[in-house]
């Protein structure tokens, strides 16, 4: 059974930087699409950035320019890239594999393969 465990994490200033990273185990992740998620606290949660199986990426627009979403098969490893960090990205972060267009994918809160537990970003000065 696939299973996904988040990291990279932690406390960064603003403007600053964090790669998330998302380990995957049990199966194969160049199988799947891949989906990063987020939830503040009070907030719904949302789709961040996705990537699907045709590599075809997806960003929310206001991470636009500064995350950056990738994968790599050989390691079953995927990742998030995020540069000028801001407060508003403090969130817990959640990975997601999925078989749904990356569009789709961060589109949607159910239907997916598998969730990670998540990984907490706290953007604070």
């Known amino acids: 059974q696939l299973q996904l465990v988040e990291s990279g994490g932690g406390l960064v200033q603003p403007g600053g930087s964090l790669r998330l990273s998302c380990a995957a185990s049990?199966?194969?992740?160049?199988?799947?699409?891949v989906g990063w998620f987020r939830q503040a606290p009070g907030k719904e949660r949302e789709g961040v950035s996705c990537?699907?199986?045709?590599?075809?990426?997806y960003y929310t627009d206001s991470v636009k320019g500064r995350f950056t979403i990738s994968k790599d098969n050989a390691k079953n490893e995927a990742y998030l890239q995020m540069n000028g960090l801001k407060p508003e990205d403090t969130a817990t972060y959640y990975c997601?594999?999925?078989?749904?267009?990356?569009?789709?994918?961060?589109?949607?809160?159910?239907?997916?393969?598998?969730w990670g537990q998540g990984t907490q970003v706290t953007v604070s000065s």
């Open positions: 997601v594999a999925s078989w749904r267009a990356a569009k789709s994918m961060c589109a949607a809160l159910d239907g997916h393969v598998q």
């Open positions: 049990g199966s194969t992740l160049g199988a799947y699409g």
């Open positions: 990537i699907d199986v045709g590599g075809t990426t």
